[in-house]
């Protein structure tokens, strides 16, 4: 499962705020059942435009990463979650958008791997859920 959100009107102040972005990071996995296996790592980035500075950061879970890129001067945000296992989207949108202020937001759940699973149980699990999708 994957999930893109692009967040938009966020509160400047908080998306220019480093330890604010590592807290967001620090607790998201937990937030999600996720495992987290490294600290988050956050840095500012200076763009060849000024108003293209901002926030980056990332944090690495057993079930593979969240990233977020901010842009204080346009008050938005590009949030990734990417997970080889299923999690509450709605509640990370949620998370997100009440840390930093999102006022309006697009957001898209890509799924990954569908053939990964080597265990035939997942696999038609897996098989199950997508007709069911199909259907309606």
């Given at each position: 499962?994957?999930?893109?959100?692009?967040?938009?009107?966020?509160?400047p102040e908080r998306l220019?705020?480093?330890?604010?972005?590592?807290?967001?990071?620090?607790?998201?996995?937990?937030?999600?059942?996720?495992?987290?296996?490294?600290?988050?790592?956050?840095f500012k980035y200076y763009?060849?435009?000024?108003?293209?500075?901002?926030?980056?950061?990332?944090?690495?879970?057993?079930?593979?990463?969240?990233?977020?890129?901010?842009?204080?001067?346009?008050?938005?945000?590009?949030?990734?979650?990417?997970?080889?296992?299923?999690?509450?989207?709605?509640?990370?949108?949620?998370?997100?958008?009440?840390?930093?202020?999102?006022?309006?937001?697009?957001?898209?759940?890509?799924?990954?791997?569908?053939?990964?699973?080597?265990?035939?149980?997942?696999?038609?699990?897996?098989?199950?859920?997508?007709?069911?999708?199909?259907?309606?």
């Amino acid at each position: 499962m994957h999930l893109t959100l692009d967040g938009y009107g966020c509160n400047p102040e908080r998306l220019a705020n480093l330890d604010l972005i590592y807290e967001f990071l620090e607790r998201c996995p937990d937030l999600i059942e996720m495992t987290k296996i490294m600290p988050p790592y956050v840095f500012k980035y200076y763009g060849k435009v000024p108003e293209d500075w901002g926030v980056s950061g990332f944090v690495l879970i057993a079930e593979s990463h969240i990233s977020i890129h901010t842009f204080p001067e346009r008050n938005y945000l590009s949030l990734d979650i990417f997970s080889c296992k299923d999690f509450d989207y709605g509640q990370a949108v949620a998370y997100a958008s009440e840390i930093f202020g999102i006022t309006r937001y697009e957001h898209h759940l890509l799924d990954r791997g569908l053939e990964f699973p080597r265990e035939v149980r997942t696999v038609e699990r897996l098989m199950r859920q997508e007709r069911e999708q199909m259907r309606g």
